[in-house]
């Protein structure tokens, strides 16, 4: 069984830039947390852009479902930025068939030690070994469908709707 990851960038991949007193996408920081992990599922990383969620355009989302549906393969984990990662989990589920998909992302970047990225994208890598074809949103220890979710800022973590 081989993982696809791709990633998108999000806060997951971000990093304080000093220069301009904020927070950037940087790298992919995927392939580290499943080294570190010792990982010895088969996958394959690739980027396919460095974005905020919310600077995501249609055509970013169009690349993300060629993506999916364009590499031979069955199971693709998705890093994602969460405040739009239930539209894209929308569209992969009524343009895609016959793929696992699942989306997952972290509200505090992977650099930072009380990041929910480890947990989330190693909760995420379980899940896509073993969901049925769909997409799917893995956060906070849960699964959801897309449509059936929403992400509660107050709160910090995703919930049913």
Avoid at 78 to 107: P, W
Wanted: aromatic residues 8%; glycine residues 8%.
């Amino acid at each position: 069984m081989k993982i696809h990851v791709l990633t998108t960038g999000g806060t997951i991949d971000k990093f304080y830039f000093d220069q301009k007193d904020s927070f950037q996408v940087g790298e992919p920081q995927i392939g580290q947390l499943l080294r570190e992990a010792n990982v010895t599922v088969e996958h394959e990383i690739r980027a396919l852009m460095h974005k905020d969620s919310l600077d995501l355009t249609d055509e970013d989302r169009e690349s993300i479902v060629a993506a999916v549906r364009d590499t031979p393969g069955e199971r693709f984990l998705i890093t994602h930025g969460t405040d739009t990662m239930l539209r894209t989990a929308e569209l992969l589920q009524s343009r895609v068939q016959g793929k696992v998909m699942v989306l997952t992302g972290a509200m505090q970047p992977a650099r930072l030690r009380s990041s929910d990225a480890f947990f989330n994208i190693g909760f995420a890598f379980a899940a896509v070994q073993r969901l049925e074809p769909g997409a799917y949103v893995a956060m906070n220890g849960r699964i959801f469908l897309p449509g059936q979710a929403r992400k509660n800022v107050e709160e910090g973590r995703f919930e049913e709707t």
